[in-house]
């Protein structure tokens, strides 16, 4: 099969198109026939080195047909996505013209979008329902504010919250794109000036969660716009502020 491989560390120039064996799945696994692969800043960071020796073939997700599953589960030619799993890290990832997944990271789906379109909602909508559950902890009835709305983490993030019944304060720095973010799930959207605690209290509404994707110049104010825990109110890492405030969760090291 044709694959792209990580000849080197560095920058993008380092990956090069090759020839490789067709991958045999072992038991637990499936075989796709890789449709379409995405792009993700985690890769970069495997790329260039910087988490240490992975895989030769990069790549964390993909789309395609099931070439094979010796469980029996799924049929060949069945439509699936396919996250993580150890793909570009610990396993050879999705730039390639077929993969193995461990089964449980692989998931039919009936769709009438085109592969290159599918492949863009896994990662993205993965990370968005862990920042929201795992992260916030946040349930039904409760209030999320995203900041940084109109990426595709934070589309994401108000799709998924207000589908499973939360209700979403939305932000933008650009007004245009306020009709975007009601259309997706906002309750209410807020023009961010950088000085966004000020109008959440005047909304009058309790935000129980923040996922802001803004970064650490906005951190504080972010903080300053949630309701305090009585638990915990403001253990944080790096990655995220488990309290109240989720910041831009990745797939890490």
Known sequence: M?????????PPQVLAVTDLPDPVPAAGEVLIRVRAFGLNHAEA?????????VAQVPGIECAGTVQADPSGRLA?????????????????????EQVT??????????????????VALPEVYATAWAGLHQNLGLRPGQTVLVRGGTSALGQAAVN?????????????RNPCRADLLRGIGAAQVLIDDGQLADQVHRLGTAVDGVFDLVGNSVLRDSLRTSTPSPTC??????ASTAAHSCSAPTSSP
């Open 2 to 10: 044709k694959a792209i491989v990580i000849t080197a560390y560095g």
């Open 45 to 53: 960071y495997m790329r260039s080195g910087a988490w240490g020796k």
């Open 76 to 96: 060949a030619g069945t439509a699936v996505v396919a996250i993580l799993g150890g793909m570009g890290r610990t396993r050879n990832g999705s730039y390639a």
């Open 101 to 118: 997944v461990p089964a449980s990271n692989v998931v039919p789906v009936r769709t009438s979008l085109p592969w290159t379109d599918l």
């Open 160 to 172: 998924v919250a207000a589908e499973e019944g939360m209700t979403v304060i939305a932000t933008t």
């Open 233 to 238: 109110p403001s253990a944080s890492s790096s």
